[in-house]
C-alpha cells in the first residue's frame, strides 16, 4: 500500500538483481557437492517453531532434490537448546555452524568450525544468516543513550566483519579449487520500518525496554547497514537474499497503515513473540528467498 517509503538505495552499487526480486543475481549456483549453514539463531532455529519448519531444514530439502545430494538426517534439522546450535553438526552432504547469539565476529570460529582442510575440494554452498544481533545491540545501545556517532561507528565495524567474512571465501580462487558459493540475507527489523523498538509485545523481555529519542535516526542507520550489505554483495558478486524488504510490513506494526511498509490489512507477522525470530510462516518465506536466489 505504501509502496517507495522504504527508501533503500542499491542502484549506487550497481547490482544484478534477480527476476524474481527476491535478492541479487551474481552467481550461476550449478553442481553443488556440499552444503554448509553459517550464521545466528534464525538459521538455526528457534523454538516454538519445531525443526522440520526451519528454513534450513526445508532448504536442505529442496537442495537434495536440485543436487543429488545426500540428505542429512533428522537430528541434524533439530536443534539443541543448551548449546543453540544444530543437534547433529554434520550429516550427509550438509552442515550446520550456526548458532544462537551469534554475532559478526564469531564467523572466524564458525569457518574454522566448519571447513577442515579435507573438505575444500567440494564445491560448496555456503547460506547464512548474520548481523541480526550486531544490530539489536547497537539498537540497544542507541536506546540507552550512546551518541549516534558511537553507535554508527560500531555499525562500521560489524560490516567490516561481514565483508571479511564472505572475502574468506571468494578471494583466494585456490582455496576452493573447485567452486564457492555464497548466500546471504541481508538485516531485517520487527518494527515494519517505523523504528518503534517497543511495538512488539515482549520487547522488554528482548532488552528493547527503552525508545529511541529520535527513531528517524535508527530507521536511516537500519536503511544505511543494509545498502553496505549490498555493497559487499556487488564487490565480491556474491548474492543477498532481500530479507528486510519482505519481512518488512509483516511485523508488529503491520496493522498500522502510516508505516512505511503497510501492506494493507489482515496482513500476517511473520515474526515469533521472541521479537526478532520468524514463526513457521516466516520460515516459509526465509526458504522461499534463498530458494529464488539459487535456482536462478
Known sequence: MNQGQLLI????????????????????????????FLGDSVTVGTPPTQGKDFYRSELADMLVEKFGLMPPNDLWKQVNPIDGVA?????????????????????????????????????????????????????KDGANGKPIDEVTAAAEAFIQLQREAVQWFVDDPDKFPNGVFVVYANIYEFTDGTGDL??????????????????????DLVLWINEQYMDIAVDTQTDMIFLLENFCGHGFKAGDPTAPCYRGPDNKTLFDLTCIHPNP????????????????
Open 9 to 36: 538505495d542499491y542502484a549506487q552499487f550497481d547490482p544484478v538483481i534477480g527476476s524474481h526480486c527476491k535478492g541479487t543475481n551474481h552467481q550461476d549456483i550449478t553442481d553443488i557437492e556440499r552444503v554448509v
Open 87 to 139: 543437534l547433529v553438526k554434520d550429516s550427509g552432504d550438509f552442515s550446520s555452524c550456526s548458532k544462537w547469539g551469534a554475532r559478526t565476529d564469531d564467523f572466524v570460529g564458525q569457518t574454522e568450525d566448519c571447513f577442515p582442510p579435507d573438505l575444500f575440494d567440494k564445491r560448496t554452498l555456503i547460506i547464512t544468516t548474520m548481523g541480526g544481533n550486531d544490530l539489536a545491540s547497537i539498537a
Open 198 to 219: 517497543m511495538s512488539c509485545p515482549a520487547a522488554g523481555l528482548g532488552g528493547f525496554d527503552k525508545p529511541w529519542e529520535d527513531p528517524q535516526l535508527l530507521k
Open 281 to 296: 510462516d516466516g520460515h516459509d518465506l526465509v526458504k522461499d528467498l534463498f530458494t529464488a536466489v539459487i535456482d536462478e
